[in-house]
């Protein structure tokens, strides 16, 4: 049995088609009823929560996802029961054990409808706004979760007192200005200890007038902050004609998305009332009294350790001309671009079922909806009834996601990660409830709003997470086609995707190829590379279009190939030209050193695994030269077998990401030793004995229940922002192992 302590056992997670909701001391299953006895917390539960939910980040920042875990596993797992094949060579029997282990333990974290619930927090930032939305609108969370959230926000305290952007970042003003106040909404008393320390730190790196934009605008909202010290926002710029190369149209989605509400929040000067923790605050956190600072000098103002991107010159013109402009400006433009966008938010409500694409926009659309309809509202009440989807409970406390979870993303890539290998057939029972995932999962329909509101035709594409949340992306929809097809392959089902839905999948990916050749994630790139200028985040890099990148594009081409193999008379000649496009670009994005950058992950060795499955995928089938395309698998492999630790194994760290330059860990870590090793397999390198240490380090790093520990974070999104995939840990080795098992002990 593991160990499962005493609080842990009052939160159990609950799942329907996907949605997860944590509910405390929970006596049925039923969603609706999961806040039943939230606030029915006693001083001793809340005791036991301090001393059960104590964390060590300093060993590990992140969590191993612990609280669901151990419970799932306690009470349905069993060792596998079926006929496991044997092998005279008691190496090669090593790892068909080893992989069956990997694979039973993982299908026990299944759940009842088919995905792979799992962690996806690590930003840092998200949380703060969740609970900025709580406390403008007068809607607190129940006791349980603001305990929870407590210990989630001290146990990611850094050991010089301040908060990073996120749970293995070092400290800066953002992070820990956000997690301050929130700690302090939450109850905390300014004398606390910790907090002393914290706003220590806050004042010897010049107070929070040094806080970047984003969160300029949340203390702008808690009344902490001028409204006249941020720069403007300029709503009526939704107004534009949808010609002009700067209408908020063309920017990538999330930040659309964000820069929406915002935008209704700035032009409606939104602020909480003063009151005694609002006027407390004002003296905490900043080194002047809060009504001597020159607000309008404070618009550019940022602590260095914030400044990750440096404000283009055209983004100050463009800010002296609006800043301008909020002092003369005509308040019939300003009325009608406010219902505008008032309108606009309500329709990614109704598209997303009140998710909304992500958690940032998530928190901001419910201040909106509050402040435009009411507390009391029908909207608003379908807002909070969503915030739940967004939190987390781990061994490290009370977290919100990065986006309502990664259903359909994880179980497509543990899908084909069993399958790869012959011994994935044993457990044909999980492949059965994942096919019904995905199946459930696949976009059958369009809002009526659609088109109105700029979206990228969906019918036939996968998203993220789940279906409610209905954002379509490119390669989540490749995902979801290879797992359908790996399924159908594998006939271990009777299909439920038939051939029409195959199609319209096949569709939708190639209708979002980007004219370079490669393919972006939610919607075809809308605007030239210049339009980044504009960024006006200090924190986060190329946020500003929706880029083309090696993953994305990779996994477009090889579901296309599969797609191909399995379809040949459906648009062949048509799919022939993307893939040929595709192929060019992800040889055009190789570096000098044979490795690709990664987007989405940690780093190189994750982009380089993407592009080498994509062109060993296909290799000697007539798409591109094959003299390139073997070139491009040389320089690959002496890439990999260059970063070679002497364990064995590979890894990486964050900075990686934000740095552009391979940034080795201390220590081998599973998941980048996974991507690798799936890299060198395909990739046909002929070093057997780099490959076989390779899988060496995964076998000694198995745990005897058949789990691998959670290692560094792994995730990343706009170079500068790290976030947990906890079932890359199980996934990817299960998969490396299986296409070990498949090419060299398979018969």
């Not at 509050?370 to 807002?383: E, I, L, M």
């Not at 781990?394 to 994880?410: C, F, H, I, V």
Request: charged share 20%.
């Amino acid at each position: 049995m593991l160990n499962v302590k005493k609080s842990w056992k009052n939160w159990q997670l609950l799942t329907e088609k996907g949605r997860h909701i944590w509910a405390f001391k929970s006596e049925s299953k039923n969603m609706s009823q999961h806040l039943q006895h939230a606030d029915n917390i006693s001083t001793e539960e809340i005791k036991q929560f301090a001393q059960d939910f104590q964390f060590d980040k300093f060993s590990n920042p992140n969590s191993g996802d612990k609280v669901f875990r151990n419970a799932a596993i306690n009470a349905k797992f069993h060792e596998f029961s079926g006929k496991i094949p044997q092998s005279e060579d008691p190496e090669q029997q090593k790892i068909t054990n080893a992989l069956i282990k990997g694979i039973n333990y993982f299908t026990f974290l299944q759940s009842d409808e088919g995905h792979w619930p799992g962690d996806y927090g690590g930003p840092l930032f998200l949380l703060p706004g969740l609970l900025i939305a709580s406390y403008i609108s007068d809607t607190p969370f129940p006791k349980a979760h603001q305990e929870m959230m407590k210990i989630y926000l001290f146990n990611h305290q850094n050991k010089d007192a301040g908060w990073g952007m996120h749970i293995e970042g070092e400290s800066t003003m953002f992070g820990t200005v956000m997690q301050y106040v929130s700690l302090r909404i939450l109850g905390v008393e300014k004398d606390n200890e910790q907090l002393v320390k914290a706003r220590a730190w806050i004042s010897q790196h010049g107070g929070a007038t040094g806080i970047p934009s984003w969160g300029k605008f949340y203390l702008s909202i808690l009344n902490l902050y001028a409204w006249e010290g941020f720069n403007s926002l300029f709503p009526e710029m939704w107004l534009f004609p949808k010609w002009l190369p700067v209408h908020p149209w063309r920017y990538w989605c999330h930040s659309r998305m964000v820069y929406l509400p915002m935008a209704y929040c700035y032009a409606q000067r939104i602020k909480a009332p003063e009151n005694e923790l609002i006027l407390s605050l004002r003296e905490e956190i900043y080194n002047e009294a809060f009504d001597t600072i020159n607000w309008p000098k404070q618009r550019n103002t940022v602590c260095g350790k914030d400044a990750y991107t440096i404000p283009s010159p055209v983004l100050k013109w463009m800010n002296f001309f609006t800043n301008t402009y909020e002092k003369i400006l005509n308040p019939w433009l300003r009325k009608k671009a406010v219902a505008y966008i008032l309108k606009y938010l309500n329709a990614e409500d109704a598209q997303t079922d009140y998710i909304n694409i992500g958690p940032v926009n998530k928190a901001i659309n419910s201040i909106c909806i509050w402040h435009g309809y009411g507390k009391d509202s029908v909207q608003f009440k379908k807002h909070v009834a969503r915030w739940y989807d967004y939190l987390w409970v781990a061994e490290d406390g009370m977290k919100m996601s990065g986006y309502n979870g990664s259903q359909l993303w994880d179980t497509a890539f543990a899908t084909r990660a069993i399958l790869e290998s012959d011994l994935g057939k044993l457990f044909a029972g999980t492949i059965a409830k994942s096919y019904q995932f995905i199946d459930h999962s696949q976009i059958a329909v369009e809002h009526s709003t659609h088109a109105e509101f700029f979206r990228h035709p969906m019918i036939g594409s996968w998203p993220f997470s789940t279906a409610e949340n209905g954002w379509p992306v490119a390669d989540c929809t490749a995902e979801g086609l290879s797992a359908t097809i790996a399924i159908h392959h594998s006939g271990l089902v009777v299909p439920l995707i038939d051939e029409a839905r195959i199609k319209q999948a096949i569709d939708v990916i190639l209708s979002y190829q980007n004219s370079d050749g490669g393919w972006a994630t939610y919607e075809l790139t809308r605007a030239p590379k210049w339009l980044e200028k504009l960024n006006p985040s200090e924190v986060f890099a190329d946020i500003m279009i929706d880029y083309s990148w090696t993953e994305c594009t990779a996994a477009c081409v090889i579901s296309l190939l599969e797609a191909q193999e399995a379809y040949p008379d459906y648009k062949n000649n048509e799919i022939h030209v993307a893939i040929i496009a595709g192929l060019k670009f992800i040889l055009e994005q190789q570096k000098a050193d044979g490795s690709w950058y990664g987007g989405w992950a940690v780093c190189f060795t994750y982009a380089t695994w993407f592009g080498v499955e994509a062109i060993s995928k296909a290799k000697g089938k007539g798409f591109y030269n094959e003299t390139v395309l073997e070139g491009s698998l040389n320089r690959a492999c002496e890439f990999l077998v260059g970063k070679q630790k002497a364990d064995g194994g590979w890894g990486e760290t964050f900075e990686s990401c934000s740095k552009l330059v391979y940034t080795e860990s201390e220590e081998s870590q599973v998941v980048n030793t996974a991507w690798a090793l799936l890299a060198l397999i395909a990739a046909d390198f002929n070093g057997k004995i780099v490959i076989e240490k390779g899988v060496k380090l995964l076998l000694s790093r198995q745990a005897v229940i058949g789990d691998w520990s959670q290692e560094n974070i792994s995730g990343v999104f706009n170079y500068n922002c790290m976030i947990t995939y906890s079932n890359y840990r199980n996934v990817f080795p299960i998969w490396a192992l299986s296409r070990y098992y498949r090419r060299y002990v398979q018969e």
